[in-house]
């Protein structure tokens, strides 16, 4: 049964009337973001050619070359035999979850904060999610020994009333921190997996949106056997939805790197399972070949230099409100430790709890969440919503989208401002 919060209580009571801005619009188009209409002509053109169905369940050759030639430009070495293509991220968490319960797994490790599908995909999947958190006064970065402490005390001497930890689930860049992960730290928690057989998955479906050092220039020379970021063994997820703007299309990737024995037996639970439902089109299919291209390359980067762009003019806006205490991340750069910068179409900011007393009566995320909407006509998203707790500091978190179109967010920004007393 659906559980109605009352914050989307409120927001259904005003739905319908156009009396209210949404902060936290993810829409791609409505925020004026639209691939060139002449790559889905040529995905529709390519698939027409020859619209014939063909089951595979791994997706067709072609399509899992383009992928793997794509990771190869970025220094990541994956096969394509080692490429299973889906319908989205959300299909790819599912086979890969349902997949490790099969072979006896109870739980999945899920970063807090997170976004609340994960726990609903563990739980049709028949995992228990294990929470290890990422920490706001560290600009919730990924802290590798951290996290394998307190996975090691969760797992020490039994399994758990939930059975042995199948996955850890990085998402870099975080959503909705925005938090972009050192590759260090990440090949700490990928030496942990390999210890104990532990699945490492990485979900990079806003890695187009980094804002960190770029990346390593291209070059003819063979990649390294351990790209950053990208170590051995872990299933990489991706997919056109945010990487070219484009969710209609339903068009995923999961790609192993260098998997071995163990993560091979995952991978071919996972092409089992996927040939019961074979979830992606035809045109998906031709859509991944066409927009992985490298004639397409340009403009994948001017999609990604826009929402860069209007994540920068999000957090420039922010930073100025009445009233507010944080806006992470906060790298600091030192010569041993670079910052790894931070991405994303989410953002989240933190209110001093003194300020929201006075200004709305509570310092509960919610209730000041439904005064904004009510009041204002401003929704925007608690941080309770995605496993930001009040627990170390009553100060409330807030969380909203970069992706709107400037006049829009102006408009927003004021209302904003207004409602905060500035």
């Known amino acids: 049964m659906e559980t109605i919060t009352a914050l989307e209580s409120a927001r259904r009571r005003l739905e319908g009337t156009g009396g209210y ?13 639209v691939f060139p209409e002449r790559w889905y002509q040529a995905a529709w053109e390519r698939w027409r050619t020859d619209p014939a169905y063909r089951a595979d369940s791994r997706g067709g050759a072609t399509a899992r070359e383009a992928v793997a030639r794509w990771y190869r430009r970025d220094h990541a070495p994956v096969d394509p035999e080692d490429v299973l293509l889906t319908a989205g991220s959300s299909v790819s968490y599912l086979m890969l979850f349902t997949a490790l319960r099969r072979q006896g797994a109870g739980a999945v490790a899920l970063p807090q904060p997170g976004y609340p599908l994960f726990e609903e995909i563990a739980a049709a999947a028949g995992l228990t999610p294990q929470w290890y958190h990422l920490e706001a006064d560290q600009g919730f970065d990924l802290h590798a020994r951290h996290l394998i402490a307190s996975l090691q005390v969760a797992t020490r001497g039994e399994s758990g009333p939930a059975g042995p930890l199948g996955a850890v689930v990085l998402i870099s860049p975080n959503n909705p921190s925005g938090a972009d992960y050192d590759p260090h730290q990440i090949e700490l928690v990928a030496e942990f997996c390999r210890e104990r057989e532990i699945l490492l998955i990485i979900d990079e479906v806003f890695s187009a949106f980094r804002q960190g050092a770029a990346p390593p220039p291209l070059s003819s020379s063979p990649a390294p056997p351990h790209p950053p970021g990208r170590p051995a063994g872990a299933f990489l997820l991706n997919g056109l939805s945010k990487l070219c703007a484009a969710p209609e299309l339903k068009a995923g990737w999961i790609a192993a790197v260098h998997p071995n024995s163990r993560e091979n037996a995952i991978l071919d639970e996972v092409d089992l399972l996927h040939d019961t439902y074979l979830t992606l089109s035809g045109l998906g299919e031709s859509a991944i070949t066409t927009f992985l291209s490298e004639e397409a390359r340009g403009d994948r980067e001017a999609l990604a230099a826009e929402v860069k762009a ?7 806006s ?8 944080d806006l992470p991340p906060f790298h600091l750069t030192t010569p041993a430790t670079p910052a790894t910068g931070n991405g994303g179409i989410h953002l989240l900011f933190r209110l001093d709890a003194e300020f929201c007393a006075e200004r709305f009566g509570t310092v509960d995320d919610e209730q000041i969440a439904i005064q904004l909407l009510q009041r204002h006509r401003l929704y925007l998203h608690p941080g309770y919503l995605y496993g930001i707790t009040q627990q170390k500091s009553i100060d409330p978190w807030f969380v909203i989208t970069v992706l709107h ?9 004021g209302r904003l401002r207004e409602a905060l007393g500035g």
């Open 21 to 33: 801005r949404n902060l936290v619009n993810s829409s791609f188009r409505d925020a004026g973001l």
């Open 310 to 316: 209007m994540r920068h003019r999000t957090r420039s």
């Open 318 to 325: 922010l930073v100025q409100l009445p009233g507010l205490r």
């Open 405 to 413: 179109r400037e006049d829009t967010w102006r408009e927003m920004e």
